[in-house]
Each structure stands twice: as C-alpha cells, then as structure tokens.
C-alpha cells in the first residue's frame, strides 16, 4: 500500500511537477511545503490557496478555525495573503457560497481534479492569463 507519493512523482493541475505551495507558513498534508497527498491524507489537502479574511471567517463558521495559532500542534495560525494546501471537498465548499480564496494552479495537485473542475479552479487561478 503506497503512503504517500514523492514531490518527483506528483503532478499538478496542469499536468507538470508539483511545485512547493509554502514554506512559511509550512503547509501541507506532510509539512513538506507541497500539496502532496496519500492514501493517508483523507482530507485531500490538494489546493494550493491564497487565503483571505473572508475565507477565513468562512472556514471557521464550518468549525475549521485556520486563524488561531494552536502551538501545541505547531500551528501558527493563518493570515490574509498566506498560502497554505486546502482540501479540496472545503475549497468546493467555499466556492458554491462564494467565498473561495484565489489558487495557485502550479501548486495544485493534480488530485485535487477528482473534486473540483479545472475550468472552475482556472477562474480563481493567479498563476494564469
């Protein structure tokens, strides 16, 4: 049973290597920067995502607050403009209320297709013309 796939082997949306999403705050299913994912990652952590106070507040009505730092966890807590590997099903979420935070397609992996559209994804890409 695989576990996890190595940064080499993953794709992202675009059908390239998955690129790092963010090192500060360190993000990722496997803090390892990336929105590398597993059969262990149940949540599907896939979305690479800017947030946004508006996401935020959203995230945490849904019971998932992203913005208190839990240190006991090593988490800092998130601010507006950090980047940080979402799940998919939660970004899908957000996007039906109109709250989605904007995407980095580079840094997006390629399972996060199994949940969300890529013309929708590409709608809140920055990394697009």
């Avoid at 939660?90 to 109109?98: G, I, P």
Wanted: a negative charge; glycine letters at 6%.
């Amino acid at each position: 049973m695989k576990v996890s796939q190595s940064r080499s082997e993953s794709l992202n949306v675009l059908g390239e290597q998955l690129k790092p999403c963010s090192f500060d705050p360190l993000t990722g299913f496997y803090r390892d920067g990336c929105c590398n994912t597993g059969s262990d990652d149940h949540g599907r952590h896939t979305v690479c995502c800017i947030v946004t106070d508006e996401f935020l507040e959203f995230s945490r009505q849904r019971g998932n607050d992203l913005s208190t730092p839990r240190p006991e966890f090593g988490f800092p807590g998130l601010n507006a403009d950090d980047r940080w590997c979402l799940c998919a099903e939660r970004w899908l979420e957000a996007y039906l209320v109109d709250r989605a935070p904007r995407v980095v397609l580079e840094s997006t992996h390629s399972e996060t297709l199994s949940v969300v559209p890529f013309r929708v994804l590409k709608q809140f890409a920055i990394d697009m013309n």
